[in-house]
Every structure is written in C-alpha cells, then in structure tokens.
C-alpha cells in the first residue's frame, strides 16, 4: 500500500494537471527522472514496508510516465548515474558483480542515458561483463530507442576505446540535446579500465 502512494505521489507531482497552461505561452516541458545507487536493490525493501516496492514498480511507473509525457507532448527523460551493483546478495554473489542484475535492469526500456559509478567499474570482469552483454544494449541499437550508455572518461585499457560511448546528441522537438557519461575521480578502477 506505501509503495503504491509513493509512486502515486511522484507521478502527480510530475504529471499533474497542468491543462491550466495555455501552451501558446510556454516551450515544452521536459519531464527527467533521475536514479542512482541503485546498488542490485531490484527486490524492494521488504524490510522497510515504505521502501518495499521492487525493478517491476519502477518500470510500470516509467511505462506510464512516458505515455503521460508523449500525450502531453512533454519530452521525458529517464537517467541513471551509475552504481548499478555491489551491495545485495542478488547483485554480489555471483562470481562477475551484476551477472544477474544487469539482464532485469535491461527491462527498463527508453533510458536517455546512463554511465558508470565507481561500484561498477571496480572489477574487471564486471567491466569485461557490461562491454559484452550490457552496453551494446544501448549502444548498439540503431534507433537509440534505449538510450545510451555513457562513459566520457572511462577507457578500456585494452584497446584504448571508451567503455560506453563518450556522449550522444538527441534531437526532440527542436532542440538538441548533449547528454554525457562521466564518473569521478575514482582511483580504484579495475586493471583493465583507464579513467
């Protein structure tokens, strides 16, 4: 029942009325959420009944965020900063951190970006794991119907290539927009990784 107000609660302070705006007078609207540290907790919190809603919420939330945004003529934008894993069982006890988190995260479709954080950069096959069967999710996908994965200053030591792409321009509506990947100054990056 919290979960189901929480959720309620964003998205009527997101997409509430608005129809009191003469749209004459205004530009578009862009609507963003933003995620991160999301840290494998694609369970919920049972242990917390107000935080117990799990990955299935959230992408139903984003289904419906995204039809309001596209009725309204709204641009919508879904981002995430990075941390992915590292901090469940569901996300650690495997022995590449993520195998069995990235594969549902996947099921959030139309990200407009997304980039690493330093929990996910930390181990060299995760890294190896996120080049192979993650990023090219994103990236790979002509149509740019996923988003991007965005890592402007993260490099595969191997080849010299950028992990994820170091940005992308997205047109909407008339404008342009840069969106860019970028951790921090993270100094524990693993072996096969350049920051």
Do not use: C
């Not at 540290?37 to 919420?57: V, Y």
């Not at 945004?69 to 495997?94: N, P, Q, R, V």
């Not at 490099?155 to 860019?180: A, C, H, M, T, W």
């Amino acid at each position: 029942e919290n979960n189901k107000s929480f959720f309620n609660n964003m998205y009527e302070s997101l997409f509430g009325d608005n129809d009191n705006i003469d749209r004459n007078e205004r530009e578009n609207v862009f609507k963003i959420i933003h995620t991160t540290d999301i840290h494998g907790w694609i369970a919920g919190h049972s242990h917390s009944p107000h935080l117990d809603t799990d990955f299935g919420d959230f992408a139903s939330l984003i289904e419906h965020m995204e039809k309001n945004a596209k009725e309204k003529d709204h641009i919508f934008m879904l981002f995430d900063s990075g941390d992915l894993i590292e901090g469940t069982g569901i996300s650690d006890a495997s022995d590449i951190h993520g195998e069995y988190v990235f594969p549902i995260i996947k099921q959030i479709k139309h990200y407009t970006g997304l980039t690493m954080g330093n929990h996910d950069i930390g181990h060299a096959a995760t890294v190896d794991f996120m080049r192979e069967e993650f990023i090219p999710f994103y990236n790979d996908d002509p149509t740019d119907v996923n988003g991007k994965f965005l890592t402007a200053n993260s490099v595969y030591e191997n080849s010299g290539d950028f992990i994820g792409k170091p940005y992308y321009i997205r047109e909407e509506q008339g404008y342009k927009l840069l969106v860019i990947g970028w951790i921090f100054n993270f100094t524990q990056e693993a072996e096969n990784t350049v920051r």
